[in-house]
């Protein structure tokens, strides 16, 4: 079975920096895309970033130039750098791979269970 955990959340300062990381588990083969996603208290799930196996990445016009995602393809990890935050970024944070080839079998998302990510002004 795959499973996606992600570590990094927390409380900051408006101004300040956060590092959230992702990990894929399980006997994995490829991972097509993975992201991360956001959800806001009375809002619904949105997209912050993504980044394919070619390293090709999108992110959402909110969060450009403040934060980078990353990937390591050989550890199955993905990071966002999250620089300059604000408190409209208090979210929970959620991990996702896509297009998951693995041992047992094709899964076509993976979940995590979410970081929540707090910034006080």
């Known amino acids: 079975q795959v499973q996606v955990v992600e570590s990094g959340g927390g409380l900051v300062q408006a101004g300040g920096s956060l590092r959230l990381s992702c990990a894929a588990s399980g006997t994995i083969f490829s991972i097509n895309a993975m992201g991360w996603y956001r959800q806001a208290p009375g809002k619904q799930r949105e997209l912050v970033a993504a980044v394919t196996s070619g390293r090709n990445t999108h992110y959402a016009d909110s969060v450009k130039g403040r934060f980078t995602i990353s990937r390591d393809n050989a550890k199955n990890t993905v990071y966002l750098q999250m620089n300059s935050l604000k408190p409209e970024d208090t979210a929970v944070y959620y991990c996702?791979?896509?297009?998951?080839?693995?041992?047992?079998?094709?899964?076509?998302?993976?979940w995590g269970q979410g970081t929540l990510v707090t910034v006080s002004s």
């Open positions: 996702n791979a896509q297009d998951v080839v693995a041992g047992k079998g094709w899964y076509p998302e993976v």
